[in-house]
Structure formats: C-alpha cells, structure tokens
C-alpha cells in the first residue's frame, strides 16, 4: 500500500530477536523508515519491544557489512578485500570440495547463531554436504533439554496458553525472565496483560527479575539447585494430596514410584541445598497446584547446568501432576499446523552418525533418539584445536559469535585459529568475524523470505517474512547455502527455497506466495488432544516415569545433583572464591551479542552490569556505578556494580555477550567483559544434553584500582 508521503507499506514478522510480533515496516526510497507493531497479529495484537521498534537504524546501519570479504593479510590482521559473490562462493566451494575428497565430510564442521530464520537451512547443508558436525551455541545450554524432555513427558513441547479465552490464574516462572525474554519476545506482552488480568506470579530466580517484581512471590534460589526445589514441591503436592488425583489416575504412569521416590525430598531438605525457606516452598507449591489453570514458564534457569536433563523434568513432572496440560489458560500442546522443514536426514551417509562429535556420549544432544541431532559444543571445538578425535579443518558460520557466547572465549579463540578455513556470515563485523579467511554480509529480517510457525515448536500460527528492502549486496542465508550446494551439486539444490516453503504448508492447501499476502494463518486452537488419541509418548499417557529414559541408560525419575563447583562440592575453593555467580540473564535493548553499535539502544545500556546485593558491594567497598573486577577460578573481566536488593546477598550475576564494536578491530575488546572469560566448558557435562555450568560457578568481587 502506498501513503501520501510516498512511503509504503509492507505486512511482515520482526526477527530483532527470534521474532514473532506482526508488523508494519514503512518504506522510503528503498529503505526502512519505520516499523510499526500490527495491531491485527495474534501474537502482539500491535506490541513490539524497544529492539523491534529501532530496526531501521538496524537496517540502515553505517556499519552493515555490505560485500563479501577476502582476508589480505595475515588471519585476524583487519585487512579485507571486497571481492564478488561469484568469486567468494567459487574459491570456498572448491576449498570444501577439496576438504570433503581427502579428509571425508565431517571434517567440514557448520555453525549458527540461535534459531534464526536460517537454523533448518543450515541442518539441510549439512545433511546435503554429508557432515555430521553442525552447531547451534544454544542446543545442550538452551531449549533442547526443554523440547527433549516435554517430548518424552508430555509427547509434544508445551508452551502457555496466552491466546484463547481463558486466561491463566496462576503463573510459576522458573529461571525465565519472559517481560524481558523469552524463547520468542513477543510472550513479554502475553505474559504482562495476563499478570495484569490477575494472574498470580511465582518467580524461582536469584535475582526479583523485571518478571519477578510483578509476583506475589519470589523464591530466591541458589543457583544451579533448581532439581531440588522441584522435587520438594512434587513433595508437597503429593503429600498434601493437591495433586489432580483424576488426571493423575487417567492420564499419567509411574505415580507410586514417583511418590515413593520424593519422600526424602521434603522441603526441609530443600532448604538446606538451595536456601529458599521450607516455609516459602510449601507456599509456592500450593499457590501452583490448587489455582488451576496455571501456566509454568520454564526458562535457562534450569538448563545451564551439568544436571540439566533431570533439572528439566523434575520441572516438567509438575505440570502433570496438576493437569495443566493441553487445557484452556493452562499450557499447551502444539497444533504443528504446518509440515516439518525438509533437512535431507535421510542424505546423511550412516556411517557418520558414528563420527558426529559428541554423540556417543551424550545421546539426546547427538544420537539418533535426539530431537535435532547435532555436534556437541565442546567435543567440536576440541577436535579443531587438537585433532582428536580427528582434525575438523573447516568452520561456516551462519549467524553465531561463539567468542562471546561459547564458554571459555580463551579456547575457543584458540580452536578458531587452528582451522584451515573459516567463513562468517554475519551483519555486521564482530571479533568472530574478524578472525575469519572471508565474511559474507547477511539480510536481515525486512530482506528475507520465510516461512515460520509460532509459538517456536509448536507451530499454532504460521506467518510470512517477505523480502521488502535489498541492502547493498547483502544476502539472505538460505540463498547462500543454496549457491554453494549448486556449486558441489549436493543432494536438493535443485529445489528452490520457495519450493521448500511450499512443502512445508501443502497441509494448509496454501502457497508462500498466497500466505505472503494473508500475512498468518491461525486456526482455533483444539484442546484435551489427548482425550483423542492419547499422549504421543509410548504409553500414551504422561510417563512421570520414564522408561524410555531408562532404556537409554538414565534416571527414569528425577534426581537431584551437586553442581561440580559450589561452595558444598568444593569448600576449600568457596574461600577464595565466596560467591555463587549465575551468568547470562537478558537485557531488553540487547539481542545476546548484537545491537552494541545501534546508538539508541546502546545509550539506554552503555556499559555490561555486574548485580550485586549491597551487603556485598559495602563488604568491598564497592559503590553503585563503580568499576568491579569479577574472578573466577579461570579468568577475570570488569564490568559496573549494579547494587541492587534484588538479588539473593551470596549471588552474583553478570551479563554475557559483551564486546565492544567501538573499539580497535580485531579484538574489538572482546577480552574485557566477556562472562565467557569466567565459565566452564570442561567435564563434567549432563550425562545426557553436555550441557555445562553456566549458572552456580563460584566468583569473587573487587572494586577496580586504577
Ligand atoms: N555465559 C553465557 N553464555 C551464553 C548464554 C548465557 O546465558 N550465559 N546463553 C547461551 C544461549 S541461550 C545462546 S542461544 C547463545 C547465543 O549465541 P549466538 O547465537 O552466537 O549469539 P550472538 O553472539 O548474538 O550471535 C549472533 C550473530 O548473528 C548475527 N545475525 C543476526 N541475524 C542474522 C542473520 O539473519 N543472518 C546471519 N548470518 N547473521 C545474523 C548477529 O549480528 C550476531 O553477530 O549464547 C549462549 N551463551
Ligand atoms: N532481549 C532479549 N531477549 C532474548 C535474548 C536476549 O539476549 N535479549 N536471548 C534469547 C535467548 S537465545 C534465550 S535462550 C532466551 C532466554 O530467556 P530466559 O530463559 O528468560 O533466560 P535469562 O533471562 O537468561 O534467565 C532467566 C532468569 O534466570 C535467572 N537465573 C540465573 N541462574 C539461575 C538458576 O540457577 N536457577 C534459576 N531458577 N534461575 C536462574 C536469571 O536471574 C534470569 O532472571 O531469551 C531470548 N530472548
Ligand atoms: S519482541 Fe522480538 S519480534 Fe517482537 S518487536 Fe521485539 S525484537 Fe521484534
Ligand atoms: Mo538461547
């Protein structure tokens, strides 16, 4: 549509974040001046967040990469090249055909940054290009042991019901901070109307988060001891019989063991590990179980921790114990209205299941029972640096700047340098990027086409992003991938994107091109599926026990375990070390990495913030807006005391993702505030996801002497 003032308007889905809000993007001359949330979006009913709203100047950045780049000098000297597409994509394809001849393909390795509209495509490369080793820096620390573990409860991921007729009367947050984050931003205005028509909050968290304020409740937990809290309240909720005894009989296994499982774990017991009050425990389970429906917003809380897997369903086991699934304001199961993404698993030769890095050990990250198999972060990354087990020579990466969000930033620098080839697609340049032997300038959302179901996972409404606006030579990540699979004439590069978004919504007797125009489609929600044809879990009900769990070698119940450093597993490091350091929560104006170098939101947030509680900070001298020096057993990094009542007196918590796109290139100050400095990637991991610590690590707090 055109205005009068010469601008147009397109109908589109924000991705500033991993997207969701319908919206109206404004054009002018070829860019976009503005962009307006779409009042008629069932997502965000006409919301967007402060990200969102600044796209433009996202968009239109100085900064943008706009040509691909050749490295000139030696890797990481900042001296590029602009070179063609036709020639960029020519030499790394020739190098990747020479790679896949003399080592085989899983020494070509794929990355990616988390769940952009390019994270299926990138899964497709790599079953087309025969390797077993791709990435996403999520996965193990992030969603996978959330999807897993709903997949083997409840069959099928569940997410809050915010968008029916019935509202939900209570809602548990547990390590989530969804008014800021959340798997997808647009549950921050879902969450806050629903707060606002009285649901009552129960926030599990060290810090009263920006969710947390707006609660009835707040447990301030220890962190990395979320398993121990769930099994008290499970506890509870039996013990006090409060549980759906109805729903339990009909619809779940495994309750007497279950129940004979939690008698030790009363919260008196909980208390001691994670220093929340029995008192405040019992509370919190009955607020749960007897305001029904309740929605439980489960977050990276529970998941960035070596006992992730168990941490996860403890969590998950009290949404069946109350009935709150798949019923009206309770949460959901996923309609899955459109087809899953053709990734061309059936290409990936069998034999390199075997070889994927990780997989042997930690089945449902890698192995074939996994939800999306893929390598394991650590194993990768060893191999490139030491070649074991083989050397992995090759790394792309689509979207991803593992030197801020992978633990221990030191190493991964060092695996990075030892590769033969790695390339960046990326906006704009990062100190990942500038490590690398050629960068490739990315689209962003206004300059993609894709198609892509929400809520992420359970696909209930399936919206189009149509390509508004081209930025100088910048290209979409699917286009790409697609040029250089039609270079090494891999298995599917004779379909076409729009081929393989038609595939995915055949089931809705649609094309992209007509979605394109229809904006979404949003079918009624069917709820009580189960009362049709069961759970989708092998006994087709909920398995509070789980034997397929079992099978594979883990605990079918839930259990809880120390985390491998804390002030109980490792006293005599707790002296030097006295705080318990949770990294990572999210910031509005920030997407992980991204956005430093946008002025409007970086004015609001100049500097990364290290939260302390004031005893603290008067313990150290430390006043508000101070330089602090935080340190870890591995590595120390400064960022500015935010003191704050908010946070539990033994916690610290840093931001992560911090560089400095202002400062002198390669670095461009990625050493300084990285929380990466300070994390672990080494063993132990979850015995199942690989997951590592990067909640309840051990700090200490000095103020900055100049
Ligand atoms: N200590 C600590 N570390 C963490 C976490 C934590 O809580 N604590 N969280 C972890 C989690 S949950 C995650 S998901 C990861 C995130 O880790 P990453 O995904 O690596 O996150 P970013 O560093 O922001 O990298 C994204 C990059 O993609 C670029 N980009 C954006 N859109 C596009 C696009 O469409 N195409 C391309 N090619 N590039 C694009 C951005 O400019 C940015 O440089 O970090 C993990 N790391
Ligand atoms: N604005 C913005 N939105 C985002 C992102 C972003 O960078 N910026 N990142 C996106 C990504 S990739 C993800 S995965 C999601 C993450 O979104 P969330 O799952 O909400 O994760 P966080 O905000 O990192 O952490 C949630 C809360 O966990 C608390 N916490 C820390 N340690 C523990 C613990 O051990 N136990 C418990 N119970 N709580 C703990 C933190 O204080 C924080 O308030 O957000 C997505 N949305
Ligand atoms: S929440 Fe995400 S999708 Fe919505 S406006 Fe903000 S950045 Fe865009
Ligand atoms: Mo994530």
């Known amino acids: 549509m055109k205005l009068r003032n010469g601008e147009q308007v397109f109908r589109s889905v924000c991705r500033s974040c991993h997207g969701g809000c319908g919206v109206l993007v404004f054009v002018k001359d070829g860019k976009v001046v503005r962009v307006k949330g779409d009042p008629a979006s069932p997502m965000n009913k006409g919301w967007m967040c402060v990200k969102g709203v600044m796209t433009p100047e996202i968009a239109n950045h100085p900064d943008r990469l706009r040509k691909p780049l050749r490295r000139k000098g030696e890797r990481g000297s900042g001296q590029w ?91 548990l947050f547990w390590g989530h901070n969804p008014l800021v984050s959340g798997p997808d931003g647009e549950l921050s205005i879902s969450v806050k109307r629903a707060l606002d028509k009285g649901a009552l909050g129960i926030a599990v968290d060290p810090r009263r988060s920006e969710t947390g304020k707006y609660c009835q409740q707040w447990l301030p937990i220890r962190p990395g001891t979320d398993a121990a809290l769930a099994l008290a309240m499970i506890h509870v909720i039996i013990k006090e019989n409060i549980y759906d005894a109805e729903f339990v009989e009909k619809w779940t296994t495994g309750f007497d063991e279950l129940k004979k499982h939690v008698e030790p774990f009363t919260p008196a017991w909980a208390e001691a590990i994670t220093w929340i009050p029995s008192s405040d425990i019992i509370k919190a389970a009955k607020t749960y179980a007897l305001n029904k429906p309740a929605v439980l917003e489960w977050g990276l ?15 998950a086991i009290l949404r069946g114990l109350t009935g709150n699934v798949d019923i009206p304001g309770g949460d959901i199961l996923g309609m899955n209205i459109i087809r899953s993404y053709p ?66 930033s030191k190493e991964v620098y060092e695996s990075l340098l030892k590769l033969d080839l790695l390339v960046v697609t990326d906006l704009f340049m990062t100190p990942t990027a500038a490590i690398a032997d050629y960068v490739l300038p990315a689209a962003l959302w206004p300059e993609v086409e894709q198609v892509i179901g929400y809520p992420l996972v359970v696909e209930n409404i399936v919206m189009a992003q149509q390509k508004i606006t081209q930025v100088g030579e910048c290209r979409q990540d699917e286009w790409i991938i697609d040029e250089m699979s039609r270079r090494l004439n891999l298995p599917g590069s004779e379909e076409s994107l729009e081929d393989v978004m038609n595939y995915q919504l055949e089931p809705l007797g649609i094309t992209y091109q007509k979605l394109k125009e229809q904006t979404f489609i949003h079918p009624p929600h069917e709820y009580k599926k189960f009362e049709r044809n069961g759970f989708r879990t092998p006994s087709k009900k909920i398995e509070l026990y789980c034997r397929t769990l079992e099978r594979m070698g883990y605990d079918p119940l839930p259990t809880y375990k120390e985390p491998p450093e804390s002030p109980v597993k490792t006293p005599e490091l707790a002296k030097e070390f006295p705080y318990v350091l949770t990294t990572g929560s999210r910031r509005k104006e920030f997407f992980q990495s991204e956005h430093r170098q946008i002025p409007s939101l970086r004015k609001r947030r100049p500097y990364p913030q290290v939260e302390m509680h004031p005893e603290v900070a008067s313990l150290h001298g430390i006043k508000h807006g101070d330089w602090v020096i935080v340190t870890s057993p591995r590595g120390s990094i400064r960022m500015k005391a935010l003191v704050t009542e908010d946070i539990h007196p033994r916690v610290i918590n840093v931001e992560h993702a911090w560089w400095f796109p202002e400062k002198s290139a390669p670095e461009y100050g990625v050493w300084e505030s990285n929380a990466n400095m300070l994390t672990n990637n080494a063993p132990p991991y979850d015995p199942a996801f690989g997951s590592y610590q990067l909640r309840g690590l051990l700090c200490r707090v000095e103020k900055e002497v100049k």
């Open 343 to 408: 990734t061309l698993k059936d290409k990936l030769p069998e034999g390199m299941l075997k070889k994927r890095l990780g997989a042997e050990n930690f089945k449902l990250l890698g192995g074939w029972r996994a939800f999306m198999p893929s390598a394991h972060i650590p194993t990768l990354f060893r191999a490139m640096r030491t070649g074991e087990p083989y050397r992995v020579r090759a790394l792309l990466i689509f979207g991803g700047n593992p030197l801020t969000t992978v633990a221990n």
């Open 81 to 171: 090249e602009s070179i063609s597409w036709d020639e960029v994509l020519g030499e790394i394809t020739s190098r990747l055909d020479k790679f896949r001849k003399e080592f085989g393909p899983e020494s070509i390795a794929l990355g990616q940054g988390t769940g952009r509209h390019h994270y299926m495509h990138v899964v497709r490369f790599a079953n087309a290009l025969g390797t077993p080793n791709w990435y996403e820096p999520g996965l193990a620390q992030c969603f996978i042991p959330r999807i897993t573990v709903s997949n083997l409860t409840y069959g099928g991921f569940v997410v809050g019901d915010y968008y029916g007729e019935v509202s939900p009367k209570c809602i």
């Open 301 to 315: 809380g529970i998941e960035q921790n070596p006992n992730s897997l168990q941490t996860v369903r403890a969590v």
